[in-house]
């Protein structure tokens, strides 16, 4: 069974940082694209960043470039976002998915991980 | 900034066709996911490239794309049915979600 745990969510001022962290299990890891989307309080998803297989491609949303990384170790079936600078606007619940990039689709979603940038 | 445009909501009788759209310029020739959110929950994929349905996906979804619009029908929707829609295509360097549809079943 596919599993997606992320972790690593809490409450940050403004200006700050923190280290999303998302634990794969049930499926070989090192096979997919895996991708970071977030969801604001009572607005839509919205796409944050994405990383091939073995992490040579990376992309992200206009709005967290270079205040973002997204990162990825195979070996431990683990996906992480860094997140500096972060801004009141960064507030969201951040799930992480596994991609199937040939196809656009992304078809495991974890239960996702609350940040809140508040001072 | 590029958008993929969705009807705010779409309101459907138990047992009828719901259909929601999802358009913008750089749809053609490119593939639309689509996924369901309830209250409370993470977004599950309903429908991939277009009109292929995941496993365990109930046939009453079904897909289709023409020119600059994507779309999913819901027939014979369900209360179960009734969520957030959200559609979403791949733009050379970015993934773009649409606006999303909020499916009421009244």
């Known amino acids: 069974e596919v599993q997606l745990v992320e972790s690593g969510g809490n409450l940050v001022q403004p200006g700050g940082s923190l280290r999303l962290s998302c634990a794969a299990s049930?499926?070989?890891?090192?096979?997919?694209?895996m991708t970071w989307v977030r969801q604001a309080p009572g607005r839509g998803l919205e796409w944050v960043a994405n990383i091939k297989l073995d992490g040579s491609d990376k992309y992200y949303l206009d709005a967290v470039r270079g205040r973002f990384t997204i990162s990825r170790d195979n070996a431990k079936n683990s996906l992480y976002l860094q997140m500096n600078s972060l801004r009141v606007e960064d507030t969201a619940v951040y799930y992480c998915?596994?991609?199937?990039?040939?196809?656009?689709?992304?078809?495991?979603w974890g239960q996702g991980t609350h940040v809140t940038v508040s001072s | 900034s590029y958008e993929l445009t969705q009807p705010p909501s779409v309101s459907v009788s138990p047992g009828q066709t719901a259909s929601i759209t999802c358009s913008g310029d750089?749809?053609?020739?490119?593939?639309a996911s689509w996924y369901q959110q309830k209250p409370g929950q993470s977004p599950v994929l309903v429908m991939y490239q277009d009109s292929e349905r995941p496993s365990g996906i109930p046939e009453r979804f079904s897909g289709s794309s023409s020119g600059f619009t994507a779309t999913l029908t819901i027939s014979g929707t369900q209360t179960v049915d009734e969520a957030d829609y959200y559609c979403l295509a791949w733009d050379s360097s970015t993934y773009i979600f649409g606006t999303g549809t909020k499916v009421t079943v009244l």
């Open positions: 998915a596994r991609e199937t990039h040939s196809s656009t689709r992304l078809d495991f």
């Open positions: 750089k749809l053609v020739n490119r593939f």
């Open positions: 049930g499926f070989t890891f090192s096979s997919y694209w």
